[in-house]
């Protein structure tokens, strides 16, 4: 089993549609979750950390649910320019802090 | 302008000839890292490094050799490049360490033939 196991999509979506992503992670010990955006052949950059209480910025909503060991990505009201690959990011610590990176779900939003 | 800088951005070359990846950042980052990502596999880090003469494997590293010298500069080396190390390769940094938000540089693809 992967550490960090997304559904690779593609999910296409009309413009001002929701759309939810999840991600499970197989370490009960996992610290800390992340989700990064990578647009096509670019570089990923952070798009928002995923906090245990849940946390929004502006039109995206990440939760984690420790129990079932997932978190999700909720984005409302999609743009255009939100089309991009969203990874699920993974920190474990103990001897050596080590992020681990999900393979991505690819987003297209359609006008 | 804050940024990771790589060079070169795309390299086709011949197994067993060496190349270096050159990566440089200008936030006075402790922490550094080199990935590689493939379809299907995801980012995988390679090597990475605490600090200045800091360095230490990830989770790929055969094949691959590091250095730091500066705190500023991270270069990947291939001693001997063969096919299967034919990616996109990522630099990153990150204030202190995998905590952090990562800094990506704009990536190298490199085709080993």
């Known amino acids: 089993r992967k550490e960090v196991e997304q559904d690779p999509g593609p999910f296409n979506v009309p413009e001002g549609a929701t759309v939810a992503f999840n991600c499970t992670y197989s370490n009960s010990a996992s610290q800390s979750f992340f989700w990064y955006r990578q647009d096509c052949r670019k570089e990923p950059k952070l798009l928002m950390s995923v906090y245990s209480s849940g946390n929004e910025d502006g039109r995206f909503t990440a939760q984690l649910n420790r129990a079932s060991q997932y978190i999700s990505l909720l984005i409302r009201d999609s743009k255009l320019s939100d089309s991009a690959t969203y990874l699920c990011?993974?920190?474990?610590?103990?001897?050596?802090?080590?992020?681990?990176f999900g393979t991505g779900t690819r987003l297209q939003v359609t006008l | 302008e804050a940024q990771v800088t790589q060079n070169p951005r795309y390299l086709i070359t011949v197994t067993g000839k060496k190349l270096t990846v050159t990566c440089s950042q200008n936030?006075?980052?402790?922490?550094m890292s080199w990935y590689r990502q493939d379809p299907g596999l995801g980012l995988r880090q390679i090597y990475y490094s605490m600090n200045v003469e800091v360095t230490d494997k990830g989770d790929v590293p055969e094949g691959y050799k590091v250095s730091r010298k500066e705190k500023r500069n991270f270069p990947l080396i291939l001693e001997s490049p063969s096919p299967n190390q034919t990616s996109l390769y990522f630099c990153a940094s990150s204030p202190r360490g995998s905590y952090n938000e990562q800094f990506f540089g704009p990536g190298t693809r490199l085709t080993v033939l």
């Open positions: 990011v993974v920190l474990n610590t103990g001897t050596a802090s080590k992020l681990t």
């Open positions: 936030m006075n980052h402790e922490y």
